[in-house]
Structure formats: C-alpha cells, structure tokens
C-alpha cells in the first residue's frame, strides 16, 4: 500500500493566551492509504511545521518532509522505521523537521494499527498494556491561594498524583516559592504524590535552584521537573546530587533518540520525560524507553495537550508495568477535549488504561474541529505551496 | 536606540540542486535601527526560519521570534544578551527558533559594531584579531579521478589545507572510500592538512566508522568530522579511543550553546566546529569558544557559504591565536559570492584576515541581490502576516 496523501490540519483556539497552556492550538496530521487513515498530533507551532513540511529544498539534507513521506510504502513496521530514517537524511538540517516528524510518524503507527486491526503497543512488541498512575498536570495558581484550591480540587476528583508547574514559580523570590510549594501541598494532604516542574526557569544556574532544595524535602516532593533548559547536562548532573537530594525528572524538550540518550547517560535523572509529538514520534520514543529500561531510568510521557496525543505518548512504555506514573492533561482547552471522540478516563482506581483498539483507539471528531480549523495559505515566487485542505 | 525595522530576505539561486551544497539559497536578516543598518545571514530552509519569525502565537513558551526582538533597545552588548534571553525565553518550544536567532543575533552584533565603529570581535572583549589559516572545504568528487583533480587544484591556489566530505564518501563500499581517500592525499601530496567530513553517514554505528581508520592513518588525516549525528555522545567517545588513533571533529548541527558544551565535555573530540548560523549567532558560538579553550579543545568555524557569514563565523574566535585553522569556502554559488562587495582572500602567506572595520566589515550588494530574491506571501485566515520586503 502507497501513502496517498499526507494532510496538515493547524487548529487554534478563537483566542491564544499568553499563558503556559501548550493546549490552545494543535497541528494535526492525517495520512491516508488505501481505505484507511492514521492520525497524528505534533507540538506547537503549527504554523512554522507547516513550512518545515512545504518549504523548497535548500540543498540536499535540507529538504522539505513531504519529500521522505509522500508515495512511499506503508504495509509494515520496516516502512515506519525507513521514513524516520529518510527524514533524518533528506531533512537533517531543517531543525523543525523533527517536530513535523513527530506528528507524521504517530499517524503511521495509528494508520498501520488500522490496517493490522492490531493495537500501536502490540506492533511496538508489548504483549499487554499495563495500567498507568495518571498524575493530574496543572500549572501552579498565580497566588498560592489558588494553588491551594486547584490542589485540593485535585484531591477531590480522586488523582493520587498531582504536578504543579509553571505560573509565577522560580520567577520572584525564594520565599514566594515556598509559599507557592506549601500551599500545593497543603491542598492535596499528605499521601498525594507532589510534582513539581520548574520550566526550566533557572537555565543553568544551580544556586537558584538549590535553594529551593530544602522547601522541595518539606513538601515531599515526588521531584523535580526541568530545573534547567534541556541538554544542560553538568548542572543536572550536579543538582541529582546536591543536598537534601531531590530526583530530577527532565526531558520533554529532546526533539530526538541522541538527546534523550544523553540525558539518560549524563545528567543523572530519575525520569525521563518524553513528548512524543516532538522527539520524532512513537519510533524514537519507543527507543528512548528500552534504553531508559536497561538504564534503570523511570519512563513517563509528556503530555498536555489532547486525548490522541496522550494515547499516542503512552503506547511507547505500554508494556513497561514499572513505570507507573504517567502525565494526564487536566486543564486542556476545549479545543484539545473536541479532538477525539473517546476520552481515557481514569477508573474506580484511579488508574488509566491505554485504549485497546486498533491503532491508537481513537476517533478524531473532524466535524467539532471544523470551528477551530485555521486557513494558511503560503505562495512562493507567486506559486501557491500550500493551502490548508477542508476537514 | 530602538530597533525600527527587521527585514529578511530570502535568496536563492533560479535551480536548486539535490547536492550536499549549503550556498544554493540563503536567509539575509537585516536590522535597522536610527541611521544605521546591521546583515546576518542564517542557515538553511529560509521559508521555515520566515515562519518561526512570523507564527501565530502557540502559548507562553511558543511566541514568534519577532515578539523578542522588534522594537527592543540596541544601545549597548546588554542589549543584545538581553534579546538572547528573550529568544529563549519566549520561544524555548519552537525548535526552528534557534536558527532564526542566528541571523538575528549576527545583524545585531554587525549593527552595535556600526553603532560603536569598532569590529565585532573588539566588542567580544579581543585585543587583536590573529590570522587564519583557511582550509578549501568542499566535496568529494563522484569518483576517486574527480577528487583527485579538485585536490590537484587546491594544491596550485596555493591551499596550505584542504577539507573533502560528502558526496559518495560512506555510501559505498571500504574499498570504494579508501580509493577516494587516496585520491585526495595524490592530489595534494604530502605537506597539506587534509581533513575528512563523514557528513554523519554512519549515523550511530561505530563498526562502519571504525573500519576507516586504518586508510585515515594512511592517509595521515589531519581529522575525521562528523562521522555520526550531532549529539551520539557515546559513539563519538568510543571512536575517539578507538585504534588507530584519528582526531574527531564535529558540531556543527548545535542549535544551542548546552549541547555544543556536551560535545566538547562528553565526545572526546579534539576539535569543535561552530556554525554561527545555527547555533544562535556570535553570543552562542563566542561562548562556545570560551569553553573550548579552558577545556584545551580547538574552536573550528563551520562555514559553507558566504563571505558575510565568514565574517560572522571568524569573531568568535578572531582573539584565539592557537586556533589557527579555519574553514573556507570555495565552491560556493554565485549567489553566495554576490552576498558581499568585499571578499575574505587569502594573503600572499595564504592566511586570512578578519576585516579590521565596524561591524563585521562587510558591505552588503543589494543591487546584485535582487535578481535572486525570492517573493513569499504567507496568510493565515484571510490575514496577511508575512510578505516578501523589497531589497
């Protein structure tokens, strides 16, 4: 079977905030072969993946994506793998190739799973899918009262876990830090596991960030997310082992297999934090977890946006029954909830369960998407490159 | 001052060609600001960097790269530091950003030059600009006869060194790559630096890699570049100790200044190779050469274009007087040639010379540069965010 079109869909909330909310638009990738069609979701910038994937060729390892997807073979997992390795070769050094990437290889996954009525876990050489810890992802409040009363609404839908992230946190004084990581916890009681995820706020700068170890051990945090920009390999690997010792967890922002190996090897993390829709798909993520496994390094996804990007996020470590815990998007906008029909719902027990269904089980409801579809038009030297197709 | 007007244009010659040769279209920034106008240039796929420049807000984290830079002051090196920080800041989730930043980053350090009358590599704290030593970068020719000519003719300009990559080189077979290793030492004989880029063929695999060395040795290799993608940390280590011995040399697909210091801290190499076009402009790369140099690891400008961005790429380490060698073009396009009135040549002990003048000292042809500006109108929902400046 031949891959017969490849269409971009950039949808957008009417309004976009000025907040740390990846959720307000979405790039969604629709592949088609034969009578069936695969689904993916890559992150941000909608807009500049769409050039990455139309733009003319600069030379020969910078070519446009659509280059190393259109017309080619899509029967088998080898057919997945030779399109990632394609890209990487004819589109090198196009940097948001391997965000455009990300999106086009979750549909290949989705699409093959539809044509082998299998699950994407199962193609992936998982024999089961084990239940995940979903911890409720949030950003902190602006004041550490509202944190207080978005941790206990937590508490009261039922997560055992909860992340607080973002907001004003790392960006005014120690103090207020503290105060922000009190309230959190205050909220949520003592047996929630409490994350905490610093956005990278202190770049490289250990000393701000060391700091707040002492607040992190009051609190029990569960650990700390991404301190530093990601890649900083030295500050990470000396803040794992400053005192009172606080396990790091970083990782979202590699965008492929090299970087997230790297982290893994050198900045001495506790978790590996992966986004699928930017390290180049569930192919490159699925190798980020067997190494993780035989690292002894903890897997969780990243996810904050829709429905099809977390089912899409969860199937690379489906099958890793220790690696619980996993990123579940609470405060999305509508836009991501109208994505997919079917929603992953936690059960009686808290837990999630990957979908168990062709693919990755999901349904895109392209009539409830209509209203945010968003209209790009690119023309070059007067020839139209790219016009966004109806949904 | 305040930053008035940042305009790009986007160049390129009338065919592209499917050939491993950076200079066939190019990404010109320019930035003005009161009576006075500063030029950068960045790396591949300009219609993708436009994009990133002009995208609809994502989120917080995801904001065009013009938000961080129109309208900003540009009085003194704080500033420009300033609208780094921003760049990050704002724009951390847009990978093509990094790139972007470069040619942004160069326009500004060539237009505080101007501002100041002082060359770009004074601000950046040198005393003096010391001589380069270029060596002739170019490719492989498609047999071992072809490249043996091109050595041929390097060797009579005069050439003290010489780089062939690319083209066949890792393709085909042992045999077929040590008959093209041995064509470029005939051509050169004995005295010339001869350097080899690998163009990151064998991607992770060291066993590929490793069954060169032995011809490099042969061959007496000044170094061994980019035998694997930018960021495999382990395999480059393991080559690095591996027999017989060959100096690795690699990169230049940095995007940021961390994993730039992950080269040089995890990679074992003895060279770092910097593209000022990629990495986030002269602020990024100057970094890079500090670490470089307290690590005893010799700083490398990657260059394959222009005259301008030679300019651009030699400041970081003008100051660096053991670092000697630099990388020259010499097959560029016309296009590439046309960029700058003036030209970098080599004096008459074939060394080169940073421009001793304002800025980075070069002029900018705007006149031969129109012929090869290509028009791009970009809309998103009936609304025209981008359209082509006239040059």
């Not at 029990?220 to 301190?227: K, T, V």
């Not at 429905?307 to 999305?332: F, M, N, R, T, W």
Request: glycine share 8%; proline share 4%.
């Amino acid at each position: 079977m031949k891959i017969e079109a490849v269409d971009l869909f950039y949808l957008s909330m009417p309004k976009v905030l000025d907040i740390g909310d990846g959720s307000q638009d979405a790039l969604l990738v629709r592949i088609r072969a034969g009578d069936y069609e695969g689904w993916g979701e890559c992150e941000a910038s909608p807009l500049t993946s769409i050039a990455s994937f139309v733009a003319p060729m600069s030379h020969s390892a910078c070519k446009p994506v659509k280059y190393s997807v259109e017309g080619k073979n899509i029967n088998d997992i080898a057919d997945i793998y030779n399109i990632s390795k394609l890209v990487y070769e004819n589109s090198f050094d196009l940097l948001q190739a391997d965000h455009m990437l990300s999106g086009i290889d979750i549909a290949l996954w989705d699409l093959l799973g539809k044509i082998k009525q299998a699950t994407v876990y199962s193609l992936l050489g998982y024999k089961k899918a084990y239940p995940k810890l979903p911890y409720a992802s949030q950003l902190f409040g602006n004041t550490p009262e509202e944190t207080f009363l978005k941790a206990k609404k937590s508490f009261d839908m039922g997560f055992k876990a909860v992340k607080f992230g973002w907001g004003p946190f790392g960006k005014g004084t120690l103090e207020e830090d503290v105060a922000q990581l009190r309230a959190a916890r205050e909220g949520l009681g003592k047996d929630i596991h409490l994350m905490i995820d610093a956005g990278t706020v202190w770049i490289d700068n250990n000393t701000d960030a060391s700091k707040r170890l002492n607040a992190l051990k009051e609190i029990n945090a569960y650990c700390l997310e991404e301190p530093f920009i990601n890649g900083e390999l030295a500050a990470y690997k000396q803040l794992s082992t400053a005192s009172p010792l606080c396990p790091l967890a970083a990782g979202e922002g590699c965008h492929n297999y090299a970087q997230a190996a790297a982290m893994i090897e050198y900045a001495g993390l506790r978790f590996i934090q992966i986004d699928t829709g930017r390290i180049g798909g569930i192919t490159a993520a699925k190798r980020v977890a067997d190494l993780a496994k035989a690292k002894g390094v903890t897997f969780i996804n990243h996810t904050f946006t829709s429905h099809l990007a977390l089912s899409a996020s969860l199937q690379p470590y489906a099958g890793i029954k220790d690696d619980l815990i996993c990123e579940y998007p609470v405060e999305s906008q509508q836009l991501a909830l109208d994505i997919t029909k079917e929603k992953i719902l936690p059960d009686s027990n808290g837990m999630i369960h990957v979908p168990d269904l062709p693919g990755l089980g999901m349904t895109v409801d392209t009539e409830k998407l209509r209203p945010y579809l968003v209209d790009v038009e690119i023309n070059v030297n007067g020839n139209n490159i790219y016009k966004t197709t109806a949904l």
